[in-house]
């Protein structure tokens, strides 16, 4: 599982309120992504990080910031979370050793009403 | 951008049988996976695949890089196949980014 903790694990939260997940991981690879799961879209990518302080956006990133001050930690925003944003999201890394295997966390689930 | 096609989206089998998952994508590729979803949600690498075939247990995975598609084989299947087999593929415009499919459900009854 190449050590990547998620959390927290389920949360509820009420429309306009800001949610931050992590993303932790132990091993020191340079890439980090978040990711979204929903019905009938698979998992679509919202940003990514390449190293420390460097992030792009993904297919999906409005109304999601994200920042990564240390290797380890990656940290997904919603400012104001919105209906729209009730879903199942995934952390994955890329790793630095041998093939470019991307591996996932446990994921989390968030409920915004 | 590129476009990842899983088939079929749905699958339900007999534990014991074979079958075959297909993903088709429509542009050159530096990478292609294959995960598995299992029914608690936990996302597996199966195999990192661009090109040529791998073999683990009873899966097998073959990539026709220059026709664009892959295949995903499970023989004598089991209930534990059961899930979501995710094709997710990573373009030549060195985004270092995969695409994902929209996935394909297989139940595998006892």
């Known amino acids: 599982d190449a050590g990547i903790t998620q959390s927290p694990r389920h949360k509820v939260t009420e429309t306009g309120t800001p949610v931050t997940l992590r993303c932790h991981q132990t091993?020191?690879?340079?890439?980090m992504y978040w990711y979204r799961q929903d019905p009938g879209h698979g998992l679509r990518l919202i940003h990514y990080?390449?190293?420390?302080?460097?992030?792009d956006k993904g297919e999906v990133s409005d109304g999601y910031s994200v920042s990564r001050s240390k290797t380890e930690d990656f940290l997904l925003t919603l400012e104001s979370a919105t209906s729209s944003q009730t879903s199942v999201y995934f952390c994955?890394?890329?790793?630095?050793?041998?093939?470019?295997?991307?591996?996932f966390g446990p994921g989390t689930r968030l409920t915004v009403l | 951008g590129i476009q990842v096609e899983q088939s079929p989206p749905d699958l339900i089998l007999q534990e014991g049988a074979n079958s075959t998952l297909r993903c088709n994508f429509s542009?050159?590729?530096?990478?292609l996976q294959w995960f598995h979803q299992n029914p608690w949600g936990q996302l597996i690498n199966l195999f990192y695949?661009?090109?040529g075939t791998k073999q683990n247990g009873r899966l097998s995975a073959t990539t026709v890089a220059t026709e664009r598609y892959s295949l995903l084989y499970i023989s004598s299947s089991q209930t534990t196949d059961s899930g979501v087999y995710f094709c997710?593929?990573?373009?030549?415009?060195?985004?270092?980014?995969?695409?994902f499919g929209k996935g394909m459900k297989l139940t595998v009854n006892p």
């Open positions: 695949i661009p090109s």
């Open positions: 990080s390449y190293g420390v302080k460097d992030t």
């Open positions: 997710a593929v990573e373009p030549v415009d060195g985004s270092e980014k995969l695409v």
């Open positions: 994955a890394i890329k790793s630095d050793r041998g093939p470019d295997t991307q591996y």
């Open positions: 542009d050159s590729v530096n990478n």
């Open positions: 091993e020191n690879h340079r890439y």
